[in-house]
């Protein structure tokens, strides 16, 4: 850790750090960007996402397996970050609704390179997205493969399956997609047949095959990873016209000081066992491991109260603006923006309080960490969220009328 300190956090890395008393993030000051653009902002790192997409390149280039990548915008849609995603060249996009698909389009990715994937579509969904000829589609239910059908006879698709098997992280159940509940995402073992003489009946090709069974997964779920796809490719064995497998996204980062960050070449060497030497094409599409760690948000902290046993730091932006937390239960890390006393002295137990910070809803699950050490904050402080880029402004709401925030991408 080029710090230039001698004791690191777990959060720590080169591009978001300490410098002398203040946080920085790609170089940048953080709070002097939070006191001119105003707060609630959410700032996105290019460079970050860019590195985060490359990594995913050299693990998967060193298999020698045939593969294309689409970012999952659905995590993140702020148009900047899509166009420069786009300049990367690294990816496509995989859209789950017709206006995705028209936003992709309107920040350049031709439809070719837009993988379409969605659940409970209407037939005007289905005549949107079929205006783009050479969408990738991949269908989610009998439903859909008979819906493309009567539109469109002939035309070659990909099928969702569901394995009844999950990855996702920790023990959140919400965050797996498939597995013991049953889920509303793609097609069961039982449906399997009917799937495939539905699209014979109609002359549709089933070249794909796609399966996201969950979000969050790190090293220690790549066991029952790996068994979800012999599972799935299991099911495959009946379609002769079988091209590419897409595995969704789902690939995790580390929440905790316990979450070890997931092993890319432990990842990529199970990619391997399974496809090479096949001919298959790998397909994948994460948006959290793109965006989430390119991206913060910063409040500012309203009031410093003690309130029975608890000290409460409210800040300027509640569960509406980055849902996860409240959500899903997944941790989250506020920090100081600025310390009063050097980084070492900063975070030592002498100096910090456990504290309750919560957001500005009137709804008793706005609250953002507890039990949360923290240096001492006052009101005016900038507190900085970190893992903040994926589903958090993409899922905002205008609950309680408090909507409102800033976005910016730092493109250096
Ligand atoms: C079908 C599909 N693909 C990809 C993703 C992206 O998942 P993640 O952001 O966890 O990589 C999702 C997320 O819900 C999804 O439903």
Redesign the pocket.
């Known amino acids: 850790m080029d710090s230039g300190q001698s004791t690191s956090l777990w959060w720590e890395r080169p591009d978001l750090r300490y410098e002398k008393k203040h946080l920085t993030f790609d170089d940048s000051l953080l709070e002097p960007l939070a006191r001119s653009m105003g707060t609630p902002l959410f700032i996105y790192s290019s460079r970050r996402i860019r590195h985060n997409l490359e990594r995913l390149h050299t693990a998967l280039g060193k298999t020698g397996t045939l593969f294309s990548l689409f970012y999952?915008m659905?995590?993140n849609r702020f148009q900047p970050l899509l166009t420069f995603i786009k300049s990367t060249g690294l990816c496509g996009i995989?859209a789950?609704s017709p206006e995705e698909v028209f936003l992709a389009r309107a920040c350049g990715f031709q439809p070719e390179s837009i993988s379409f994937?969605a659940t409970s579509l209407s037939s005007q969904d289905l005549d949107l997205i079929l205006r783009h000829d050479s969408l990738i589609i991949n269908c989610d239910s009998i439903s859909m493969i008979r819906k493309i059908g009567e539109r469109c006879p002939g035309r070659e698709i990909g099928i969702r399956l569901n394995p009844a098997m999950g990855v996702g992280y920790g023990e959140v159940d919400l965050l797996r997609?498939s597995g013991d509940r049953t889920t509303k995402f793609g097609i069961y073992r039982e449906q399997f047949d009917e799937a495939v003489d539905t699209a014979r009946a109609y002359g549709l090709p089933i070249t794909r095959i796609h399966f996201?069974t969950g979000?969050?997964y790190l090293t220690s779920q790549l066991e029952t990873w790996s068994r979800i796809i012999t599972t799935c490719l299991d099911m495959a064995k009946a379609l002769p016209q079988l091209q590419t497998v897409n595995l969704?996204?789902?690939?995790g980062l580390p929440h905790t000081p316990h979450d070890k960050p997931l092993d890319l070449e432990a990842w990529a060497s199970v990619i391997h066992s399974h496809f090479s030497g096949t001919g298959i094409r790998v397909e994948l599409?994460?948006?959290?491991?793109i965006v989430k760690d390119s991206g913060i948000l910063l409040l500012e902290v309203n009031m410093v109260e003690k309130k029975q046993d608890r000290i409460f730091v409210g800040v300027n932006g509640g569960f509406n603006l980055a849902m996860e937390p409240a959500f899903y239960s997944l941790p989250c890390e506020p920090l100081p923006c600025s310390l009063s006393v050097d980084k070492d002295l900063a975070f030592t137990s002498e100096n910090m309080t456990p504290v309750t910070i919560a957001g500005n809803i009137n709804e008793a699950l706005d609250i953002w960490a507890e039990n949360h050490l923290l240096p001492p904050m006052a009101e005016g402080d900038i507190l900085a969220l970190i893992n903040a880029g994926?589903?958090a402004s993409a899922m905002s709401s205008n609950h309680c009328l408090r909507g409102a925030f800033r976005e910016m991408i730092l493109v250096g």
Do not use: S
């Open positions: 999952a659905k995590a995989d789950c994937t997609y996201h979000c969050g969704g996204g789902g690939l599409e994460p948006g959290d491991f994926g589903y």
